[in-house]
Structures are given as C-alpha cells and as structure tokens.
C-alpha cells in the first residue's frame, strides 16, 4: 500500500499536516524527539560503560605466582 506513495502524495500528507497542527506545534514535537534522541543515546552510552566497568573489575589475573613481584 505505501508502496505506491510518489512524491507529490508526500508533499500532499506534510502540507495536510502542517495544516491540522500548525508550524509551531510541529517544531516543538521535533524538539521534543530530538532530546528523546539525545536522551536515548546517552543511555546506550552509559549502559556500555557500565557494563565495561563491570567486566574490568570481574577480570582475572592470570599472572603466574612467580611473575608478580617482577615489575
């Protein structure tokens, strides 16, 4: 079904759209799915460093008995 979509029938849906909600409520929306964006991200972000942390701290030291004191 949206395969069929062309060009002029997306010009059509963003102008019937900026008709129903008006140009300062779209803009709006946007900043609003940009932070939620931004917010998604930083989560990743801090979710992989968490898990890194977490994996540092449960590493093994596979030194020999003998080979520690070297330094």
Do not use: C, H, Y
């Not at 300062?24 to 609003?32: A, F, V």
């Amino acid at each position: 079904m949206l395969n069929n979509i062309g060009l002029p029938g997306l010009i059509l849906i963003a102008v019937v759209v900026l008709v129903l909600f008006g140009r300062g409520k779209i803009s709006s929306l946007m900043g609003e799915v940009g932070k939620g964006i931004t917010s998604f991200k930083k989560g990743i972000e801090d979710g992989k460093s968490e898990i890194e942390e977490q994996n540092a701290e449960n590493a093994k030291d596979v030194t020999p008995e003998g080979e520690k004191d070297k330094a």
